[in-house]
């Protein structure tokens, strides 16, 4: 079946320094989003890429999909403490438009 | 817009007996109702899709009768655990499928605040 892998599962940075997550999906993919999970949260939706090679950007997010629509990666610049979260990437794929979820990434930033 | 509510917020029971928890889709109707459930320090679990009007898909390792899905109407799906067990312990999130709101060609989810069920 479909999976979807996210790297690293937690990162610790000092405030102000960057900060990227990466998902690798098994299969093609339709789309993926990624979502942001506040401790004790549920998850936000952050925004979604359809297109290969799309670079979508959210004031100091910037988000990337992949040529082949397989990989995905999330990048912070110059993080802040209200960038503390757990980050999920959710791909879909096949007829069904199944969804999975990548196992998240734990962010921490040290004021 | 896009907001989506879940009833109740937190339960606890005893074990053996059901809980009826309820997703709404206030502002909109959705086409498509997910579960999810989430364990601690672990990622979303698509438990099955409700479509409104026909029978829920669960995915594999979902037992259909004991986690009930009824989707009644645009703006409404219950998920019933029957018979609770402490290993039923978790938070469950619904989400609700929008076609198009975020601008994309695809379908977004929308999340409830999610539900923590507490089995003793």
């Known amino acids: 079946g479909q999976q979807v892998m996210q790297i690293p599962q937690y990162q610790h940075v000092q405030e102000g320094e960057d900060f990227t997550t990466y998902c690798n999906s098994s299969?093609?993919?339709?789309?993926i989003q990624w979502y942001k999970q506040r401790p004790g949260g549920h998850p936000v939706f952050l925004i979604q890429l359809v297109k290969s090679g799309e670079v979508k950007k959210q004031k100091r997010l910037t988000f990337q999909f992949g040529e082949a629509k397989k990989n995905s990666s999330l990048h912070i610049t110059a993080t802040q403490t209200t960038d503390v979260g757990t980050y999920f990437c959710a791909g879909t794929s096949g007829g069904y438009q199944k969804v999975t979820f990548g196992i998240g990434t734990k962010l921490q930033v040290i004021p | 817009g896009a907001v989506v509510s879940q009833h109740p917020s937190w339960v606890i029971c005893k074990s053996g007996t059901s809980v009826k928890i309820e997703c709404r889709s206030l502002?909109?109707?959705?086409?498509?109702m997910f579960w999810y459930r989430q364990f601690p320090k672990q990622s979303l679990m698509l438990m099955a899709t409700?479509?409104?009007?026909?029978?829920?898909?669960?995915e594999q390792g979902v037992e259909k009768d004991k986690f009930l899905i009824n989707h009644a109407s645009l703006t409404l799906s219950t998920l019933t655990v029957t018979s609770a067990h402490p290993e039923d312990s978790s938070f469950y999130i619904c989400s609700a499928s929008v076609p198009g709101l975020a601008g994309g060609i695809q379908e977004t989810q929308y999340f409830g605040p999610g539900t923590r069920l507490l089995v003793l």
């Open positions: 502002d909109f109707q959705a086409t498509t």
């Open positions: 409700s479509n409104e009007g026909s029978k829920a898909t669960y």
């Open positions: 299969t093609t993919l339709s789309n």
